[in-house]
Nanobody, 115 residues
Framework: QVQLVESGGGLVQPGGSLRLSCAAS????????MGWYRQAPGKQRELVAA???????NYADSVKGRFTISRDNAVNAVYLQTNALKPEDTALYYC?????????WGQGTQVTVSS
């Protein structure tokens, strides 16, 4: 079994920054892609950013230039640096990890952007 635990969410003012972290543990041989989704109240879950095992990245248009995804394969972790946050970034952020043919999810960390 594989567990993902996120941290780093919180309340921040517009223009502020947060660094989200997600650590995977359990029966891990190798992780393929990792990434982050988010879901705001009343909206569908959307992909924010993803990173391959080799370090290739892709981002939602809405966060390009503001968010940066990275990973540390040595500790099976993925990070999301969020800068220039906007109220519309408010959501529950979920990390995921793809192992073989299974996608594992974390429980989510809340990001609230408000003055």
């Amino acid at each position: 079994q594989v567990q993902l635990v996120e941290s780093g969410g919180g309340l921040v003012q517009p223009g502020g920054s947060l660094r989200l972290s997600c650590a995977a543990s359990g029966s891990i041989f190798s992780i393929n892609a990792m990434g982050w989704y988010r879901q705001a109240p009343g909206k569908q879950r959307e992909l924010v950013a993803a990173i391959s095992s080799g370090g290739s990245t892709n981002y939602a248009d809405s966060v390009k230039g503001r968010f940066t995804i990275s990973r540390d394969n040595a500790v099976n972790a993925v990070y999301l640096q969020t800068n220039a946050l906007k109220p519309e970034d408010t959501a529950l952020y979920y990390c995921y990890a793809d192992l073989l043919s299974t996608r594992y999810w974390g429980q989510g960390t809340q990001v609230t952007v408000s003055s």
